[in-house]
């Protein structure tokens, strides 16, 4: 099996970069499906929708058919909550990522590679909502590369990044259905610190945001409050 090794970011990178990122996120549509599809609420309700579809038609067939529609409709949904989050990255900073990463100060955009392929990458930017912290952003390792350490060495790589830049903390989000890469966060000492909903439609599909933190301690008080 190929070895891996992280890099700096080059521009020649974007592409496979704004691929993988892509990928990465839509896969985890199908586990946002059958998370909402746990829901006590949205069980009750498709049964409500089925007793009264086959009560007011007479027909079993009407009733299994109105549940068939309100899956489809709940799939496009969760669906949604991905392509969303996908485009407003895609628009914003992956759309330039050396003048959002590369450019400013205090931050940084790393890959992995395995035989020249980028198969992994992550960011990292000031915080504008935790002052003394550095943003762990874009986390996305392709599947094929996975369980290989690719992710946890990232991971690192921010990690060392933030302690060589004085910072005080590393903070991340990550969605709740992203359970492979909260036990990768809790493992490298971050520590769950609250919770939010993406948008109206989340909030109406219980669908959240986890959002994490690792304290580093202050390096020469230089960036640390």
């Known amino acids: 099996m190929a070895s891996f090794r992280i ?61 068939g529609l309100a899956l489809v409709l709940l799939w496009l949904l969760v669906r949604s909550l991905s392509a969303d989050y996908v485009r407003d990255a895609l628009g914003t900073d992956l759309c330039d990522i050396p003048g959002a990463y590369l450019r400013a100060p205090d931050c940084g955009f790393w890959v992995a590679e395995v035989g020249g392929s980028v198969v992994g990458m992550v960011g990292a930017v000031p915080s504008r909502d935790a002052p003394g912290a550095l943003e762990l952003r874009r986390m996305s390792v392709s599947r094929e590369q996975r369980g290989r350490g690719l992710a946890r060495a990232l991971c690192r790589e ?18 709740m259905v992203q359970v492979a890469a909260q036990r990768l966060y809790e493992g490298q000492g971050f520590r769950r610190v609250g919770a939010s909903s993406p948008s109206l439609l989340g909030t109406i599909l219980h669908f959240q945001i986890f959002h994490y933190r690792c304290d580093l301690g202050a390096r020469d008080g230089a960036k640390a409050e």
């Open 158 to 175: 921010v990690l060392a990044f933030a302690r060589a830049r004085g910072f005080g903390a590393v903070v991340l989000s990550t969605s």
């Open 7 to 67: 890099r700096p970011f080059r521009e020649q990178d974007s592409d496979a970069v704004r691929a993988l990122f892509a990928r990465g996120i839509l896969e985890h549509a199908p586990a946002g499906f059958r998370h909402v599809l746990r829901s006590a609420r949205v069980r009750l309700a498709l049964l409500v929708l089925f007793v009264g579809a086959r009560a007011g038609g007479g027909s079993w067939v009407l009733g299994l058919g109105a549940v």
